[in-house]
C-alpha cells in the first residue's frame, strides 16, 4: 500500500482524493474534487459560489461541471445547492457486488483441483456492446494474453466467448437496445465478428447450443468457450465464465474438450448465487 505523501497544494484535504494525481484531463480532476468536496459533507449542500470558491476554479467552470454532473445523477440540486446524487448509491452497490463474485470466483477456482494449462476468466456486459473481466484464473498456463486479457479492460463482446454468451442471454428488447443503429462492429482481428446480421445468426446458435466460442476472435492461434450464467448481484442479472487457451492443430477440439470443464465452474459458481 502507498503510504500518504504531503500535498503541495492549498487545497483543503477532503478536496483531492488520496492518490489523484496531475495527469488527469482537467475536467475529471476537477469532477473528482467537486465529488470529494461534497463526499467530506454528506449533509451539507455547497452552493455554486461556495464551490468555484473551494475548488478555486470560475463560478462559470463550477457551473459546468455541476450541471454535467447533475444530468449523469452523480450530483443532485436543492434549492439550497448541490449534494451527492443517487448514482453514486448504485455505483458503490455494483461495486460491493462486484467484489463478492470475485470471491465467490476465485473460491471455486481454487475448490475446483483441474491443471488445465488455461485461463479461467469471470465477465460482465458493461451497459453499451462491451464484456468486461472482473477476474482471472491462470491454471498452469504459460498463455500470454497481454492487455486484451487485463482485468478491468472492455472487449467488444462481438468478439469474446463471454460476451456473446452474455448477449445470448439478454432479454430481446435489452439486446436491441444495444444493437440499435449499428450497422458494423467494433474488430479485433479478421475473424471476429463484423456486422449485426452475423452476430445474430451467431447468438442464435448460442441460444441453441448452450455455450459461446471465441474463434482466434480477439488473438490469433487463441480460442475460447464461455457459458453465461444469472445472479441477483447484478442489475441484468448476468455474468459469464470462459476458458482459454491456445488452439491445437488449428482445430476447437481442445475447447470443445474443455466443455465439461467449463460446465463443473459454472454449476459450482451457479450455486453460491
Partial sequence: MKSKTTTQSAQPANETPEGLQKGLVPAIERAARLLALLEGT??????LADIARRLDIPKSTALNICSELVLAQFVRRSQSGYQ??????????AYVASVDLVREFY????????DLGAII????????????????QDHNSRLQLGLRSEIGRHV??????SGKALLAALPEDNLENRLVGLRRLSVLTPNSVSTVAKLRRELKTIR????ALDDEEVLPGIA??????????????????????????????RQMALRPVLDRFVEAMQSRL
Fill in 156 to 161: 467488444p463482446a462481438n468478439c469474446t466467448a
Fill in 84 to 93: 451527492l446524487g443517487r448514482r453514486l448509491v448504485q455505483l458503490g452497490s
Fill in 208 to 211: 441453441e447450443q448452450g455455450y
Fill in 224 to 253: 475460447c468457450v464461455a457459458r453465461a450464467l444469472t445472479t441477483d448481484h447484478r442489475e441484468d442479472g448476468l455474468l459469464s465464465i470462459s476458458i482459454t487457451a491456445p488452439k491445437v492443430n488449428g482445430t476447437l477440439d
Fill in 107 to 114: 473460491e471455486v477456482c481454487n475448490a475446483i483441483d483441474a
Fill in 42 to 47: 454528506p449533509h451539507r449542500a455547497f452552493s
Fill in 121 to 136: 476468466q469471470l465477465s460482465v456486459l458493461d451497459d453499451q456492446l462491451n464484456a468486461v473481466y472482473l477476474a482471472r
